[in-house]
């Protein structure tokens, strides 16, 4: 009975009742989308490397390994021996390990030396596996791989010639233009830092760095770069045969007093540097919640207006039996409808969002956003925005519940 009185009251004052759900589907849509996306893009952000166990590099700290070994930034302070690499690939508990060699680049996109491994277990997002647009993993020396962003920005196809530079800055004096590397493939858009890198082979990072005559030979017969090894890499990747062993192989990897080395967990690691970002993160849910007030403020508004057009209403319940406390209890539900109707819009309109656009913004961005609501904590804002909507219009349904006493009054 009260919910349809509600209803049929909402409908007799259409254009400031359309006006105000407009307001709060702006404000809620806004508040749901930035707690939404920000629990996505942790996700996402936490999903740049997947499956892979310890990172192992020179000791340097772990945001520093973690950043230059997954998100090619920066430098490394210091490289590991290759025996270092092939002691932990040789390790009973390791599964798989990925050598990884940075310090050349590109105009402006880092070269990263690794090998077959590196396209057989290297994995991003939800366990998705590297596969290539077009193209094949490099199969000689001087040939490369590139990310899906590279081709795109500098216009390469498979077959090109691309000639690294050394240094990792956008400007380099020095090109390795003796042995320029063709482009055996393009690797399909990960929305992750591979997008972004030249890969090559570690043999042909140890080539470029020869004399002269030495890459001629090498030019002349490539099959000669079989007894070619690097003295070291940047890093190494590990996947590790059982879980249980993780713990204990990164203990006995930075406590090896035989070798410099240092074991990092990537999801620890990505945490932290999360959160080095939680000012901004806080700030966007801080404007949110100013949004969403300003809107319930609104809201509380347009009920209070109505209130002088509606005491023949007030009057006419009044007689047909309503007490104070039904008055208030109507001019509530009033508020209610509007916001429930507010929420579920926008939780409709943002999920249809995602849903067309979630190609597109874990190609170009990295974001992979699902288009389900249902999380904990956006539960927790629909709970959040009832009981504040419900704070708000208490005003006005006191206004009326004081209307609906004078009524009775002036009755007697």
Do not use: C
């Amino acid at each position: 009975m009260l919910m349809s009185l509600s209803w049929n009251s909402l409908r007799s004052r259409k254009k400031s009742v359309v006006l105000t759900f407009f307001s709060l589907l702006i404000s809620i849509s806004v508040l749901l989308s930035v707690e939404h996306i920000r629990l996505q893009a942790k996700e996402s952000f936490n999903r740049t490397i997947s499956d892979v166990d310890l990172i192992v590099g020179a000791p340097s700290g772990q945001l520093n390994l973690l950043l230059y070994s997954v998100f090619r930034m920066g430098s490394p302070t210091n490289n590991i021996y290759y025996q270092s690499y092939e002691r932990l690939k040789n390790h009973e508990q390791v599964s798989w390990a990925i050598p990884i060699s940075l310090g050349d680049s590109h105009q402006g996109f880092r070269v990263m030396g690794t090998n077959a491994a590196y396209f057989a277990h290297f994995k991003y997002g939800n366990k998705q596996a590297l596969t290539f647009e077009k193209g094949q993993p490099f199969q000689s020396l001087f040939q490369t791989v590139i990310g899906a962003d590279v081709a795109k920005k500098l216009g390469y196809q498979v077959g090109d010639e691309v000639v690294i530079a050394h240094g990792a800055g956008s400007t380099s004096f020095t090109h390795h233009d003796d042995t320029p590397f063709t482009v055996s493939g393009i690797l399909k858009s990960t929305g992750t830092p591979v997008d972004k890198t030249v890969h090559v082979s570690l043999t042909a990072i140890e080539a470029i760095h020869l004399p002269h005559p030495q890459q001629t030979k090498l030019l002349e017969n490539p099959s000669a770069a079989a007894d070619l090894a690097p003295e070291s890499v940047t890093a190494v990747l590990l996947g590790l045969k059982s879980k249980f062993a993780i713990f204990k192989l990164q203990r006995d990897v930075n406590n090896d007093k035989s070798d410099k080395l240092m074991a990092i967990l990537p999801g620890v690691a990505l945490n932290e540097l999360w959160q080095l970002m939680a000012t901004v993160e806080n700030l966007l849910r801080v404007i949110s919640v100013l949004i969403l007030v300003s809107s319930l403020f609104g809201l509380s508004t347009m009920l209070l207006a109505s209130m002088q057009q509606r005491q023949h209403e007030i009057a006419v319940l009044r007689v047909l039996g309503a007490g104070p406390h039904v008055i208030f209890t109507l001019v509530l539900l009033e508020a209610l409808i509007l916001v429930v109707l507010a929420m579920l819009a926008a939780t409709g309109l943002i999920s249809l969002a995602i849903s067309l656009l979630s190609d597109w913004l874990s190609s170009t961005y990295g974001l992979f956003l699902s288009a389900n609501m249902m999380q904990t904590e956006i539960i927790l804002v629909y709970a959040v925005v009832i009981i504040a909507s419900i704070i708000t219009s208490a005003i006005p349904a006191y206004d009326a519940y004081k209307s609906a006493l004078h009524s009775t009054l002036s009755a007697r």
